[in-house]
């Protein structure tokens, strides 16, 4: 059964927004814009994350957790020695895509540092969200291994399909899935980390 948790913001990162903007050095003008678009996000920003806790089981040739068939080597590899894993699906919200769509018209610079803003955001939400895993964990003396998405290694992102129905992505997270497997919002991530035993 699907989980949801809110979280209030994680910790922002200015460096990490700037090597996703591919931006070297913050100079004054970039520090300004950049210091806009955080405040301008603050208002449409939520922080949420839907998962569930799976068994892990295995075959000859896959790896099954719950609808999830996969041969995957990556899969393989981030739930090896593994009974469990976790899968979850962590969103910033619809209103941020309005937001950069905004400024895409208006300001493609402030529109370029939003995004690089959002994936920042995003990516930190999953760390908060795996941190909060994993100290939950020590105390059934377990432990989070790394995390993988569909899209990376040789993940299929046909994936994406079988976590939507899992998780209920939609009607719980407000995260839809369209026929070239992208989400919307676009700053959302799905992802799957395997459970150890310590």
């Known amino acids: 059964m699907m989980k949801k948790l809110i979280f209030d913001e994680p910790v922002i990162n200015r ?21 806009e678009c955080i405040e301008e996000a603050r208002g449409v920003l939520v922080y949420r994350v839907g998962y569930a806790v ?9 790896m ?13 590899k981030a739930i090896s020695h593994c009974d469990e894993a976790v899968i979850f699906a962590a969103t910033i919200g ?18 370029l540092l939003l995004q690089a803003l959002g994936a920042e955001r995003v990516e930190s939400l999953c760390d908060a969200f795996c941190q909060q ?5 020590r105390l059934e003396e377990k432990s989070l291994r790394t995390r993988v998405s569909p899209g990376y290694g040789d993940i299929s992102l046909t994936m994406q399909k079988e976590i939507f129905a899992i998780l209920d992505c939609e ?26 035993k310590n």
């Open 133 to 137: 895993m994993n100290t939950e964990l």
């Open 54 to 62: 799976l068994p892990v089981q295995r075959t000859d040739n896959e």
């Open 171 to 196: 009607r719980k997270l407000g995260i839809t899935l369209n026929n070239d497997l992208m989400m919307t919002p676009t700053k959302s991530v799905t992802a799957i980390a395997g459970i150890r």
């Open 94 to 111: 619809t209103e941020y895509d309005r937001l950069i769509l905004r400024y895409s018209r208006l300001s493609p610079s402030k529109a």
């Open 64 to 76: 099954i957790l719950d609808v999830i068939h996969t041969s995957s080597n990556t899969v393989s």
């Open 15 to 35: 460096k990490e927004i700037l090597r996703y903007a591919r931006v070297k050095d913050e100079i004054p003008d970039i520090s300004a814009l950049l210091n």
